[in-house]
């Protein structure tokens, strides 16, 4: 097996930061702000899986204010008007954003899955390691974005979860 380079926390932190400003606070009013490691959030997940020369995922995990508080930055909606779907679409578009920018930090050949969203999971994926990680809190919750590395032959099948 080729080991290849891996992105790095700091890598992740622009990359989120850009995301965060272009996206969702263009302004600067509620910046993202990284915190020292912590519990991830299991109220709604989404990720993306990188299949090719690296195979992994690229998740993040919001508590429920912080995914609603992405729907209506990333809409440009009323908080209080973001429905369930909203969470759904803008949280799937931002790990895609995100893990696109990871992916391009990649070997080639590579590709992307889908964004695959979760409400209430365990936030447990098996047959994968850590490779870096962002904490944050965003208007005063938490959130997290991995970068997860598969382990095992179960990981060579791709797919979210794998």
Same mark, same amino acid.
């Given at each position: 097996m080729i080991e290849y380079p891996s992105p790095t926390a700091d890598d992740l932190l622009v990359i989120a930061e850009q995301v965060w400003t272009s996206y969702l606070?263009?302004?600067? =009013?509620?910046p993202l702000i990284q915190m020292p490691p912590g519990e991830t959030p299991k109220e $709604? +997940? %989404?990720? $993306?899986?990188?299949?090719?020369? !690296?195979?992994?995922? $690229? =998740?993040?995990?919001?508590?429920?204010?912080? +995914?609603?508080? %992405?729907?209506?930055g990333l809409l440009g909606i009323g908080y209080d008007d973001v429905s369930t779907a909203d969470i759904t679409d803008a949280v799937g578009e931002l790990v895609n954003i995100i893990g696109g920018n990871v992916k391009s930090l990649l070997p080639e050949p590579s590709a992307l899955s889908l964004p695959h969203v979760q409400t209430g999971g365990s936030g447990h !994926?098996?047959?994968?390691?850590?490779?870096?990680?962002?904490?944050?809190? !965003?208007?005063?919750?938490?959130?997290? =974005?991995?970068?997860?590395e598969g382990t095992s032959s179960a990981a060579e099948a791709g797919g979210v979860g794998a």
């Open positions: 606070d263009p302004e600067g =009013v509620n $709604v +997940s %989404a990720a $993306v899986s990188v299949t090719g020369a !690296w195979r992994g995922h $690229v =998740v993040i995990s919001f508590s429920a204010a912080a +995914s609603r508080h %992405a729907a209506a !994926w098996p047959n994968v390691k850590e490779v870096c990680s962002l904490f944050g809190l !965003w208007h005063n919750e938490p959130l997290t =974005v991995s970068v997860l």
